[in-house]
C-alpha cells in the first residue's frame, strides 16, 4: 500500500518556540493531505485540508496563524506550530489522497509527539 | 457529513470471532465506508472498504445491508495484538471525521 511519512516522530520544545513538523507521501502524489491532532485517550481531531498549490481549509475552532500549513509539492505538506505553548502538546497526524486507483482511501502517517515545556 | 456511532468498548478472548456494528444513518450515496484500526502512539492503519453488500480481505470482513445505514466490521479468531481503537468513517473523496471508535480489549 501507499506509504506517508512524518518527520520528526517526535519533538520537545521550550515554549515560545516554532516546531514545523513534515509530512511526505512516498510512493505516490498527494493530491490532498490532512492534518490532524490527538490528545491522550481521545479520537482523531480534524485540523485542516491542504490541496497542493492551494490555502489550506481550516476546521472550526483552528487558529490558521498558530497554525500554518503549507503543501508546496505534490509529495510534501508541514505543519508550524508557533509560538508553542504546553497545551498545544499532542500527537499529530497526517493522512493524505492522492491520485490512485483506491481514492477515497487516505494514507497516514505515523504521527508526531509535539511536547511543548 | 455522515456521523457515525460505534460501541465505545469491547472485550474478547482470544480466537474468537469479534464483530462491531458502526451506524450511521445519513450516509450520502457517493460515501464509502472505511474502517481503520490504530495502536497507541501510532497513525491509523486502514483495514478495508466497500460501497455495499459484503467484501472481504485477508484480515477482515465488512457486512454492509441493502440500506447502508449501519457497518459491521468482523474480525475473525482475533489475537492479543487485535487489541486496538477500530474507527468507522464513512465519506466520498472529501475529508473524513472521526468519532469515538470502538476500544476492542483481547485477552488470552
Same mark, same amino acid.
Not at chain 2, 497507541?40 to 441493502?66: C, D, H, M, W
Given at each position: 500500500?501507499?506509504?506517508?511519512?512524518?518527520?520528526?516522530?517526535?519533538?520537545?520544545?521550550?515554549?515560545?518556540?516554532?516546531?514545523?513538523?513534515?509530512?511526505?507521501?512516498?510512493? +505516490?502524489?498527494?493530491?490532498?493531505?490532512?492534518?490532524?491532532?490527538?490528545?491522550?485517550?481521545?479520537?482523531?481531531?480534524?485540523?485542516?485540508?491542504?490541496?497542493?498549490?492551494?490555502?489550506?481549509?481550516?476546521?472550526?475552532?483552528?487558529?490558521?496563524?498558530?497554525?500554518?500549513?503549507?503543501?508546496?509539492?505534490?509529495?510534501?505538506?508541514?505543519?508550524?506550530?508557533?509560538?508553542?505553548?504546553?497545551?498545544?502538546?499532542?500527537?499529530?497526524?497526517?493522512?493524505?489522497?492522492?491520485?490512485?486507483?483506491?481514492?477515497?482511501?487516505?494514507? +497516514?502517517?505515523?504521527?508526531?509527539?509535539?511536547?511543548?515545556? | 457529513?455522515? *456521523?457515525?456511532?460505534?460501541?465505545?468498548?469491547?472485550?474478547?478472548?482470544?480466537?474468537?470471532? =469479534?464483530?462491531?456494528?458502526?451506524?450511521?444513518?445519513? &450516509?450520502?450515496?457517493?460515501?464509502?465506508?472505511?474502517?481503520?484500526?490504530?495502536?497507541?502512539?501510532?497513525?491509523?492503519?486502514?483495514? &478495508?472498504?466497500?460501497? *455495499?453488500?459484503?467484501?472481504?480481505?485477508?484480515?477482515?470482513?465488512?457486512? &454492509?445491508?441493502?440500506?447502508? *445505514?449501519? @457497518?459491521?466490521? @468482523?474480525?475473525?479468531?482475533? @489475537?492479543?495484538?487485535?487489541?486496538? =481503537?477500530?474507527?468507522?468513517?464513512?465519506?466520498?473523496?472529501? *475529508?473524513?471525521?472521526?468519532?469515538?471508535?470502538?476500544?476492542?480489549?483481547?485477552?488470552?
Amino acid at each position: 500500500g501507499a506509504v506517508v511519512s512524518q518527520h520528526p516522530s517526535w519533538v520537545i520544545c521550550k515554549s515560545g518556540t516554532s516546531v514545523k513538523i513534515e509530512c511526505r507521501s512516498l510512493d +505516490f502524489q498527494a493530491t490532498t493531505m490532512f492534518w490532524y491532532r490527538q490528545f491522550p485517550k481521545q479520537s482523531l481531531m480534524l485540523m485542516a485540508t491542504s490541496n497542493e498549490g492551494s490555502k489550506a481549509t481550516y476546521e472550526q475552532g483552528v487558529e490558521k496563524d498558530k497554525f500554518l500549513i503549507n503543501h508546496a509539492s505534490l509529495t510534501l505538506s508541514t505543519l508550524t506550530v508557533t509560538s508553542a505553548h504546553p497545551e498545544d502538546s499532542s500527537f499529530y497526524i497526517c493522512s493524505a489522497r492522492g491520485r490512485l486507483a483506491g481514492q477515497n482511501e487516505q494514507f +497516514f502517517g505515523p504521527g508526531t509527539r509535539l511536547t511543548v515545556l | 457529513l455522515a *456521523k457515525t456511532t460505534q460501541p465505545i468498548s469491547m472485550d474478547s478472548y482470544e480466537g474468537q470471532e =469479534v464483530n462491531i456494528t458502526c451506524s450511521h444513518n445519513n &450516509i450520502a450515496t457517493n460515501d464509502y465506508i472505511t474502517w481503520y484500526q490504530q495502536f497507541p502512539s501510532q497513525g491509523p492503519r486502514f483495514i &478495508i472498504q466497500g460501497y *455495499k453488500t459484503k467484501v472481504t480481505n485477508e484480515v477482515a470482513s465488512l457486512f &454492509i445491508p441493502a440500506d447502508r *445505514k449501519s @457497518s459491521t466490521l @468482523s474480525l475473525p479468531r482475533v @489475537s492479543l495484538s487485535d487489541t486496538a =481503537v477500530y474507527y468507522c468513517l464513512v465519506g466520498g473523496t472529501d *475529508k473524513l471525521i472521526f468519532g469515538t471508535g470502538t476500544r476492542l480489549q483481547v485477552f488470552p
